[in-house]
């Protein structure tokens, strides 16, 4: 289950060093690799599938996603599951990331889905949080508002969850 909207800012927060861009201190590769593996077979098992997984991430702030394609899901869309490099954070969103605001993902999110992807990601120790906090403006310690210009300033998904 993701965390509630105060949680999931005081993580952020947290989180946020403005040392660490792409993976925070003490970060372990191999260990997030296998971690990340493990959820992409279990994703696969649980929804009788073969998942898209996305292994060729770099200069991000993500590891990697997961796509469980429409024709496994109870959803009449394919669901993705992004994977930070920070925290042990993970989003699952209908469709790609932003495709649905809030109340649509509701609507067509079918809850069977979500729970199958959401105990897969619980069992393994990732943090769930919510996708439409993410697309919040980034004011945080880092830099990365000096990369972005004035009218596309950069969202706390870029900060956790996308490509620097």
């Known amino acids: 289950m993701p965390l509630d909207d105060q949680s999931t800012w005081a993580l952020l927060r947290q989180l946020d060093d403005p040392q660490h861009m792409e993976f925070p201190r003490g970060y372990d590769p191999g260990a997030t690799r296998a971690r990340f593996e493990q959820l992409a077979v ?53 469709g790609n990331p932003g495709s649905y605001n809030e109340e649509e993902e509701r609507e067509l999110f079918h809850p069977s889905d979500r729970l199958r992807v959401e105990e897969e990601l619980e069992a393994l120790g990732y943090t769930v949080i919510s996708e439409h906090l993410l697309w919040t403006r980034y004011e945080g310690v880092s830099d990365l508002v000096s990369y972005y210009p004035p009218e596309h300033p950069p969202t706390w998904w870029i900060r956790f969850f996308d490509y620097l």
């Open 42 to 94: 279990r994703l696969d098992a649980r929804f009788q599938c073969t998942c898209t997984v996305d292994r060729q991430v770099q200069d991000a702030s993500h590891h990697g996603t997961i796509v469980v394609p429409a024709t496994a899901a109870d959803s009449a869309e394919h669901i993705t599951v992004t994977i930070s490099n920070f925290g042990n954070l993970a989003v699952v969103t209908l």
